[in-house]
Each structure stands twice: as C-alpha cells, then as structure tokens.
C-alpha cells in the first residue's frame, strides 16, 4: 500500500506527465504549466487536509496507529469510524 507521501508524489507526477503532453501538443506553454500543476495541487491538498482533519477523520487516523488501543467517543463520531477500537460509553 502507498504512504501518503509516495500517493502525493504520484499525484504530482500524473499532473506533471499530462502538462507535459499539453505542452509537447502546444495547448499551452511551459510556464502555464508549471502554474496550473501548482495550483492543482495546492488545492487538492488542501481540499484533502480539511477534509482528514474532521473529527471522525482524526478519530480514524488515531485508531490506525498500532499503538492506539482503544477510543471512546459520542455514537455519531463511532459510526462514522469503522474501526474495532473505536467505541462508546457504556
């Protein structure tokens, strides 16, 4: 499976291949390019970064971590998380 780092790096990558194809085509030139995959990923990113910091988003993300055991949260945050050590009072 891809580390979030190698999936962001592929991202770039594709970006950067299609770019280069609409340069080689002549659709736009070098510098728009590099300023559109730029933006791209700037707002990819940062759409994903709010999007993995909602609560059940971080709840998920800690319950990955090998060293988490267990999570007690409210039932609306527990159901939106599918993981066996993410559970609720009582």
Known sequence: MF????F??????????????????GYMDDGSMQ???GAL????TTGYSLYIRRKAGLVATAAALPEVAKIVTTPEIAAKVEAASVTTRG
């Not at 580390?3 to 190698?6: A, V």
């Not at 962001?8 to 085509?25: E, H, I, K």
């Open 3 to 6: 580390t979030m780092e190698q």
């Open 8 to 25: 962001w790096s592929l991202v770039r990558t594709l970006l950067q291949t299609a770019g280069a194809a609409l340069v080689t085509r």
């Open 41 to 44: 990923m700037t707002l990819i």
């Open 35 to 37: 300023i559109t995959v």
